[in-house]
């Protein structure tokens, strides 16, 4: 709680996806904590840590034999169990505004995404890499570099497997959120009309290249790994998903865009000095 660029990303969580499994903090709450027994803990991992839900993904100088031996003498035991249902989800939106004695203010703001398995997804990374992916992104260069509004601005996105949202974070002094908001805002508008030749070459490239340099550490293959095995039942090769990053199209960049622009009313969470409850996008 004492770090608010954390907390503000919690409360766009929990404002985006309100009173849902998705909406709420990894961390608990301290009541709910505090009010925890041995018998709720014993419980739930009697019916959720079951064979039936695990995904075990190694990666790394290792025999598969050696492994599946290892995971046999430890985990053998464990019962089979009936495999859990995930709640569902959906974006909703909605803001929440918390207000602090803080240098800067920080801000961020969502859209309705898409989940991993929608069509458009591939073309949502490639619009989030060229309006806010890197230095070179266009709210980088005009926010921060040639106009100063702003100590850090960046886009992002979160998919899951049935919704997901486009993502926004700026941290900047309080003086200047009313004239970096309109900046952003004109920044997708342009972008809604079409993304330049170069930078959606560049931004193709930087996806491709991430891709392939997640595949030199081990964690993160690990994680990628067990990731797809529970989101899409399969390990998918990294030559198909550079090939769905190269299938992107232009067209398919603006039409994320501009239906991003379309939104009237985007998810807000703001953590800093000032009254912010009028501030929209």
């Known amino acids: 709680m004492d770090t608010p660029d954390d907390v503000v990303f919690d ?12 909406g709420r903090s990894i961390l608990g709450e301290a009541d709910n904590i505090k009010a925890f027994r041995q018998e709720d803990l014993l419980e739930y991992l009697a019916d959720k840590y079951v064979a039936s839900n695990i995904v075990i993904s190694a990666v790394g100088n290792l025999k598969h034999s050696d492994l599946v031996t290892m995971i046999e003498d430890k985990l053998g035991e464990l019962l089979t169990g009936t495999p859990a249902k995930m709640d569902t989800a959906a974006y909703v939106g909605g803001r929440k505004i918390e207000s602090r004695e803080l240098e800067q203010v920080h ?3 969502a859209w309705p995404g898409f989940s991993f398995h929608d069509d458009n997804y591939y073309a949502m990374q490639v619009y ?4 806010g992916g ?3 992104s266009r709210l980088f260069q005009e926010v921060r570099e040639h106009r100063g509004l702003a100590y850090s601005v960046y886009s992002f996105t979160s998919s899951h497997a049935e919704t997901g949202m486009f993502g926004l974070y700026a941290g900047t002094s309080p003086d200047m959120v009313a004239e970096m908001v309109p900046v952003i805002s004109a920044e997708m508008a342009a972008l809604a009309k079409g993304p330049e030749a170069i930078e959606y070459k560049v931004a193709i490239a930087q996806l491709k290249a991430s891709l392939m340099m997640a595949l030199e550490a081990t964690t993160s293959r690990m994680e990628q790994l067990g990731r797809q095995m529970l989101v899409f039942d399969r390990v998918i090769p990294v030559e198909e998903m550079i090939a769905n990053v190269g299938a992107v199209e232009l067209c398919h960049v603006q039409r994320v865009a501009e239906q991003l622009c379309n939104v009237k009313d985007p998810t807000i969470a703001i953590v800093g000095p000032g009254d912010y409850q009028k501030l929209t996008f």
């Open 11 to 22: 409360n766009l969580q929990a404002a985006a996806y309100a009173n849902q499994s998705l």
């Open 107 to 109: 801000i961020t703001a």
């Open 128 to 131: 989030s890499t060229i309006l």
């Open 134 to 136: 890197g230095m070179s």
